[in-house]
C-alpha cells in the first residue's frame, strides 16, 4: 500500500538555525498539507498546499514558515529561524481529492527539538 | 469554524470488551467528514474510519464502528474486543467541505487497555 514519507524521523537543532522537513506525499496525491503536535498536544493544522501554491494557513505559519515542492515528488517545510517553541512533532499528509470528503494519509512525522 | 470536543482525556478497558470513546462536533456546514485516528506511543497517525455528513449508515471498518448521531452532533467510535494493541491515544478529527480541506482535530483520549 502506499504512503506517504518524512524524513528526518528525529532531528535536533538549535535555537536560531534553519530546518528542512522532508516530506514524500502519495505519488498521486494532489493535496498536501502540514500538521504540527506539541508533546500531549493536540495535532494542529499549518498549511494547506495545492497546484504550486500555498491554498490555506493557520495562524501559527508566520513568516517564519515556508513551503516549497521542489521537484514532483518532495513536499518541504522550512523553518528559518528555530525556537524553542517550535520543539513539536510534525506531520505531512496528503490526499488525491480535497474537494471530496476522503482520508488523509499521514506519514509517520519528524520529531524537532530546538535546544 | 469547526470544533471537534473530546471530554475523555483517559480511559480503561478490560481486554476483550468493548469501549467507547465519545466525540462531538461543531459545524455550520451542511456536509462533512469525521475521521478517527489512532496515534500510537510511537508516534505516528493511524487511519482507522470515515463518517459522511450524509451517509445513511453508520461507518464500520472491522472492530471498529462510528456510532454517528447527527441531531445530536456527535461520532463516537466503538471498538469492540479490545485487544491489547488498542492502547493508544484516539483522536477525533472534521473536514468541513467549501473550506481549505484541512482537519481539525480534538484533543484525544488515552486508551489502556487492561490485561
Known amino acids: 500500500e502506499p504512503e506517504v514519507t518524512q524524513t528526518p524521523s528525529h532531528q535536533v537543532t538549535q535555537m536560531g538555525q534553519e530546518v528542512i522537513l522532508r516530506c514524500v506525499p502519495i505519488?498521486?496525491?494532489?493535496?498536501f498539507y502540514w500538521y504540527r503536535q506539541i508533546l500531549g498536544q493536540k495535532v494542529e493544522f499549518l498549511v494547506s498546499?495545492?497546484?504550486?501554491?500555498?491554498?490555506?494557513k493557520s495562524e501559527i505559519f508566520d513568516d517564519q514558515f515556508s513551503v516549497e515542492r521542489p521537484d514532483g515528488s518532495n513536499f518541504t517545510l522550512k523553518i528559518r529561524s528555530t525556537k524553542l517553541e517550535d520543539s513539536a512533532m510534525y506531520f505531512c499528509?496528503?490526499?488525491?481529492?480535497?474537494?471530496?470528503?476522503?482520508?488523509?494519509?499521514f506519514g509517520p512525522g519528524t520529531r524537532l527539538t530546538v535546544t | 469554524a469547526q470544533k471537534i470536543t473530546q471530554t475523555q482525556p483517559g480511559m480503561f478497558v478490560q481486554e476483550k470488551e468493548a469501549v467507547t470513546l465519545d466525540c462531538t462536533y461543531d459545524?455550520?456546514?451542511?456536509?462533512?467528514?469525521l475521521f478517527w485516528y489512532k496515534q500510537p506511543s510511537s508516534g505516528e497517525m493511524i487511519f482507522l474510519i470515515y463518517?459522511?455528513?450524509?451517509?445513511?449508515q453508520n461507518a464500520t471498518e472491522g472492530r471498529y464502528s462510528l456510532n454517528f448521531q447527527k441531531a445530536r452532533k456527535s461520532a463516537n467510535l466503538v471498538i469492540s474486543a479490545s485487544q491489547l494493541g488498542d492502547s493508544a491515544m484516539y483522536f477525533c478529527?472534521?473536514?468541513?467541505?467549501?473550506?481549505?480541506?484541512?482537519?481539525?482535530f480534538g484533543s484525544g483520549t488515552q486508551l489502556t487497555v487492561l490485561p
Open positions: 498546499f495545492y497546484n504550486n501554491e500555498i491554498s490555506e
Open positions: 505519488s498521486n496525491h494532489l493535496y
Open positions: 459545524t455550520s456546514d451542511p456536509s462533512y467528514g
Open positions: 499528509a496528503s490526499n488525491w481529492r480535497g474537494t471530496g470528503l476522503y482520508e488523509q494519509y
Open positions: 463518517q459522511g455528513s450524509y451517509d445513511q
Open positions: 478529527a472534521m473536514r468541513a467541505s467549501g473550506s481549505a480541506r484541512q482537519l481539525t
